[in-house]
C-alpha cells in the first residue's frame, strides 16, 4: 500500500526570511507569501493582487523586501 508522505514546511517553501525570533515570512511554492508565527501551526496569508510570487530576500538599501515575480520584479 502507498502511503502519501506529509510534506514539511521546508519541502513547501521556496524562500523564508526570519523577521524577529517569533515570526517568519515564507514565500510558498504556490506563490504565495505568509507570515508564521514560532510555535504555532497557524499563519497569516498575504493577497497583492501582483500574481505569483517566485521568491523573497531582503532588500540591501531599504527597509523592503525583494520579490521576484513571475514576469517583473518588485520592491515591497
Known amino acids: ?16 526570511i526570519t523577521l524577529t525570533p517569533n515570526l517568519v515570512l515564507s514565500c510558498g511554492k504556490d506563490g504565495q507569501l505568509r507570515l ?3 510555535r504555532s501551526d ?18 540591501t538599501t531599504t527597509d523592503g523586501f525583494l520579490l521576484s515575480m513571475r514576469d ?3 520592491i515591497v
Open 1 to 16: 500500500m502507498y502511503q502519501r508522505k506529509k510534506k514539511s514546511n521546508v519541502d513547501i517553501h521556496t524562500s523564508v
Open 36 to 38: 508564521f508565527r514560532n
Open 42 to 59: 497557524s499563519f497569516q496569508e498575504f493577497q497583492f493582487g501582483l500574481g505569483f510570487i517566485q521568491g523573497i530576500s531582503p532588500s
Open 72 to 74: 517583473y520584479p518588485v
